[in-house]
């Protein structure tokens, strides 16, 4: 058992015929992925290295049992193409898109939450669970078998703290990049009760930003309802407020979101917060021989 990804995942790629999407299609099945299908309207009956495309999603689901979809379709595009994934019965949607509108999204978040599909994204580097299957562009080579759950909402510091964790000889069980826009649709709070109940993962990393309250929801969860152990980071300590860093959501606001208030709060849980990344490795592996994991 692994958090939504597992080795019966089968992927369909929207926009396979894009270059993003023919790159990150390719190494997907490298890592394992089932990558059955793509889609791309007008190029039905068509591959891009070997994977069958179709249309329309519903044609690709029928043909292949598709259960997932990695979404490359551009911004305009994105809320259709989630749209009709959603209406073809896919319950796993992890949007790569950035620069999605946000009323675009507030739609798209809604409609899949109705249906029941879970969203992970938009604007984000995807799920990924070693040894079984990824659906996103994590790059594969950062990545080994283990007990190490990750979440992060920066997308290129969770390759470079899940490549410390694999060259710290330790590994991970799954890794959900969750996204850095205002609206997501996986927050914090919705993937911790995942993880608490995963028996493969014995720890779990959190990696934050400022910008929202996402952290302190997640650390008011880990207080009450989270048993096990916590190693945190937050991006942005220097970040001067009302200035945008990087992601659509990191921003501070009234005094709100800052890097300290986050750390505070997920300390005050319990939780282990590193003042820099290259902290977190050392300090996963002295939980893990702690708590006897290791």
Not at 179 to 200: I, N
Request: aromatic content about 6%; glycine content about 12%; charged content about 20%.
């Amino acid at each position: 058992m692994t958090v939504l990804v597992d080795s019966d995942t089968r992927v369909v790629v929207q926009g396979i015929t894009g270059h993003q999407g023919t790159v990150h299609a390719v190494q997907m099945k490298a890592f394992g992925t089932h990558v059955v299908a793509g889609v791309t309207p007008g190029k039905g009956g068509t591959e891009v290295e070997g994977v069958p495309v179709f249309n329309s999603v519903r044609e690709a689901v029928d043909r292949t049992h598709a259960n997932a979809s990695c979404i490359f379709v551009p911004a305009p595009g994105a809320k259709d193409a989630l749209l009709e994934a959603v209406d073809a019965g896919i319950r796993l949607a992890v949007i790569v898109t950035e620069h999605i509108p946000f009323h675009d999204m507030l739609t798209m978040y809604h409609y899949a939450r109705s249906q029941g599909t879970r969203i992970i994204g938009p604007n984000c580097p995807g799920i990924a669970a070693p040894g079984k299957s990824k659906v996103g562009i994590i790059p594969n080579i950062v990545f080994r078998p283990g007990r190490v759950g990750v979440i992060s909402r920066s997308g290129t510091l969770t390759y470079e703290i899940v490549n410390g964790i694999k060259e710290h000889g330790l590994g991970q069980s799954t890794c959900i990049g969750l996204g850095g826009d205002p609206v997501v649709g996986t927050s914090f709070v919705d993937a911790l009760p995942m993880f608490e109940k995963d028996p493969e993962t014995d720890l779990l990393v959190l990696v934050g930003e400022i910008g929202g309250t996402a952290e302190e929801d997640a650390a008011e969860y880990i207080a009450h309802h989270f048993s096990k152990p916590v190693v945190a980071y937050i991006a942005g300590r220097s970040a001067p407020p009302g200035k945008r860093m990087g992601h659509a959501g990191a921003i501070i606001t009234r005094g709100k979101g800052t890097a300290a208030t986050k750390a505070a709060a997920l300390e005050a849980a319990g939780a282990n917060v590193a003042r820099f990344p290259y902290e977190i490795p050392d300090m996963v592996a002295e939980k893990l021989a702690v708590t006897g994991h290791r």
